[in-house]
């Protein structure tokens, strides 16, 4: 949460953000609010599978879920759901109608900074880079986070939060598989929240529990060392200034005390996409935050914002800087490159059909 000093230069400072340097495209998406942060956090897992019953029922179909370790997992889909899936297996999902509709969730006054949409890209993030080029498995393919064994993995805490707000798209949109509701809701928040367009495909399968990558396949934060970053990402098949480019996302969201342990925003602007993540490492003075918690840094001036141990690490590699130093000057590549980058992750592992389509869809808030 930022703290009281600070407040308000950093809703002046969200202003001038939105004002200077992105579209009006997202304009209806909030800067930045001074929300205290009410994270319902991995608690939802609680949910009884009564509660989950009616909850489904409300929406207009049903999840069966089961208790697991805390977080709840959708399991088999009911005979209403399916049937409706069969009636309409032979007409074309029209993906930009689900798109929308995960548009309409992303905004909650009640939520974190106002908005899912960090939540819903790190879910996409998640279950795409898993991906091992080597071994050649993992990825968004088979949406195996649904799975207990790779929903409990430590990375991934929080995110059944995000993966049941998004069982209501499913509810209304039955047919699409998991994986391609979890990337395309990546692809929405981005977008949404004023970032580049991110080019798509459909065809990814709800897989089985075999198919779940081991633990420990996602980067870990209080890693220092640049390396460590580019022995995950090239395992993934990512180049360094691909790497940098993708950590921009963290010009959005925060971290959470209850999910990963770290706490805070990058940015003062953490529900806009924009290039702030590198004109804030490169702008700022960081300096250990002195807390209970995990080492991290944050900002000496306002004590607001905040960088992990592997967002300071790009600092310290010679090829890294150079891209942290390029995107921050120049916001236009830095949209480019993660259009490209992004869209890569999300594919990563994915089986699609050789002439599978490519979408791009049009932000609502357009
Ligand atoms: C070295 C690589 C990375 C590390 C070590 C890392 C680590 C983290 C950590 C510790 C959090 C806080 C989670 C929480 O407490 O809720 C986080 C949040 C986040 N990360 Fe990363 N991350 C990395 C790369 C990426 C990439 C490649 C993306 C997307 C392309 C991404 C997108 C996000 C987003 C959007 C959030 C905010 C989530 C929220 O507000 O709930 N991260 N990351």
């Not at 230069?9 to 209806?28: D, H, N, P, W």
């Not at 996409?273 to 080492?295: Q, S």
């Amino acid at each position: 949460m930022l703290r009281a000093s600070s407040l308000s230069s950093v809703a002046r400072r969200a202003a001038l953000v939105s004002s200077a340097s992105t579209s009006s495209r997202f304009a209806a998406t909030r800067a930045y609010s001074a929300q205290p942060n009410r994270s319902s956090g991995g608690g939802a897992g609680t949910t009884l599978l009564i509660a989950a019953l009616a909850a489904g029922a409300g929406a207009g179909g049903y999840h069966y879920y089961v208790q697991n370790e805390g977080t709840t997992l959708p399991k088999i889909a009911s005979a209403k759901s399916a049937g409706a899936a069969a009636s309409k297996a032979t007409e074309p999902l029209d993906y930009q109608k689900v798109y929308n509709a995960i548009a309409e969730l992303l905004e909650d006054d009640n939520y974190d900074d106002g908005s899912y949409g960090p939540v819903f890209l790190r879910l996409a993030w998640h279950a795409s880079g898993t991906y091992d080029k080597t071994a050649k498995n993992g990825g968004s393919h088979a949406a195996t986070m649904r799975y207990k064994s790779e929903a409990g993995h430590s990375a991934n805490a929080g995110l059944a939060l995000a993966r049941e707000r998004l069982n209501r798209v499913k509810d209304r949109f039955p047919q699409i598989s998991y994986g391609d509701l979890w990337t395309l809701a990546g692809v929405c928040a981005i977008q949404e929240m004023g970032g580049p367009i991110i080019k798509w495909k459909s065809g990814r399968i709800d897989g089985e529990e075999e198919h779940c990558p081991p633990d420990g396949r996602l980067p870990d934060a209080s890693r220092a060392d640049a390396q460590h970053s580019k022995d995950v990402f090239y395992k993934m098949g990512f180049t360094d200034q691909e790497i940098v480019a993708l950590l921009g996302a963290h010009a959005l969201g925060r971290c959470h005390r209850d999910r990963s342990g770290f706490d805070g925003p990058w940015t003062a602007s953490p529900t806009v996409f924009t290039n702030t993540y590198f004109t804030e490492l490169l702008g700022r003075k960081w300096v250990e935050r002195k807390w209970d918690g995990p080492k991290q840094f944050e900002d000496k001036e306002s004590q607001s914002l905040m960088m992990l141990p592997a967002d300071m690490a790009i600092l310290k590699d010679k090829e890294f800087r150079k891209w942290v130093e390029i995107y921050a000057k120049d916001e236009k590549r830095f949209f480019d490159d993660f259009a490209s980058a992004c869209a890569k992750l999300f594919e990563l592992g994915c089986k699609f059909e050789d002439n599978a389509r490519v979408y791009e869809f049009k932000p609502t808030n357009a």
